[in-house]
C-alpha cells in the first residue's frame, strides 16, 4: 500500500480548481483565441507583474512535495495494524506461557520474525511509492522558455502560472499543461500519460468530439501538451491551462498519495 505521508493532501481550493476544470472547462474543445481570452492573457504573454500576482494566487509549479520520514518512523508505524498488535499480544502470552510451563519459546520467535518481516516489507512498499513520486517529479523540466512583456525570457519551469505562453522545440520536456497556439510539423511522446508508445502529431485548431461522444479522451487532445511529455519533432507555442497539483501529472501525483491500505 502507500504511505500517506509521501504527498500531503491537495489543498481543498486546488480539489476545487481540478474539479471545476474537470467539468466545465475544455480547452480543446474552443478556439485558442477563446482560451487565450479566459486565461487573460494573449499570443505575446503575461506581464511580469500579472505573473508575479498569479505565482502567488495559484503557488508554484510543482509537485506537492512533503517532509520525508525515516525508515525507523516507518517500521514502527507498522506496529499500529490492529494485526500485528493481535500478534505481538500473542507473542507475550506465549512467552509467559512457556516460562510457566518450562517449554521452548519457539512460537515466540516466530510470531515475532512474522511481524518484523511483514514491518520490514511494509517500509520497502512506502520507498517503492516514494520513489514512484520522485520519478514523476524529474519528470518535469527544470527551466522553460516564456513569452514575458513580448520578450522570450527563460526562467525557472516553478515559476510558470496559467496565462504565460510558453515555447516548446524538439527535445523539450513540456513544464506544465497547455492548449497549443501554434504548432510547426510537431510531435509529442506521451507515453507517461497515455501508455502510447508513438509520438502523437500536434495541432493548434480545436477539436470536435465524435457524434455520441460528449468529451475528447486524453490520448485524442491533439491540441494538448501536458507536464511530463517530451517534444520530439517540430516546435510550438502553448498558453498554459494548469500547473503544479492541477495537472494530469499532478492527478496522477494526487491519486497515489490518496490511495488507501485494502485488505487482502
Avoid: H, W
Avoid at 495494524?81 to 521452548?104: K, R
Avoid at 465524435?210 to 487532445?221: E, F, M, S, T
Amino acid at each position: 500500500y502507500v504511505c500517506p505521508y509521501l504527498i500531503p493532501p491537495m489543498e481543498e481550493f486546488q480539489r476545487e480548481v481540478y474539479k471545476y476544470m474537470e467539468e466545465n472547462y475544455r480547452p480543446y474543445l474552443e478556439e485558442y483565441e477563446t482560451v487565450l481570452e479566459k486565461a487573460g492573457s494573449s499570443p505575446q504573454g503575461i506581464t511580469e507583474e500579472e505573473a508575479a500576482a498569479r505565482l502567488g494566487k495559484y503557488g508554484p509549479n510543482k509537485l506537492v512535495e512533503a517532509k520525508k520520514r525515516s525508515n525507523i518512523l516507518r517500521f514502527f508505524d507498522q506496529m499500529k495494524d490492529p494485526m500485528i498488535i493481535i500478534l505481538l499480544v500473542a507473542a507475550a502470552l506465549s512467552f509467559f506461557t512457556s516460562l510457566y510451563q518450562n517449554e521452548s519459546p519457539a512460537d515466540v520467535f516466530i510470531i515475532l520474525f512474522v511481524v518484523i518481516l511483514n514491518s520490514i516489507l511494509g517500509v520497502v512498499q512506502e520507498s517503492k511509492a516514494e520513489e514512484a513520486i520522485e520519478a514523476l517529479k524529474k519528470m518535469t523540466a527544470a527551466r522553460s522558455k516564456v513569452l514575458r512583456n513580448g520578450e522570450i525570457v527563460s526562467l525557472e519551469s516553478d515559476r510558470l502560472v496559467p496565462g504565460d505562453v510558453i515555447i516548446l522545440e524538439a527535445g523539450d520536456s513540456v513544464p506544465a499543461d497547455g492548449r497549443l497556439i501554434e504548432a510547426a510539423s510537431m510531435k509529442i511522446e506521451e507515453s507517461a500519460l497515455t501508455g502510447e508508445s508513438v509520438p502523437v502529431t500536434k495541432q493548434a485548431e480545436a477539436l470536435v468530439p465524435g457524434r455520441d461522444a460528449k468529451d475528447v479522451p486524453l490520448g485524442d487532445r491533439r491540441n494538448m501538451v501536458y507536464m511530463g511529455s517530451t517534444v520530439v519533432y517540430g516546435r510550438g507555442k502553448a498558453v498554459v491551462t494548469g500547473t503544479g497539483m492541477t495537472t494530469e501529472m499532478g492527478k496522477i501525483a494526487d491519486a497515489i498519495s490518496q490511495a488507501e491500505e485494502e485488505l487482502t
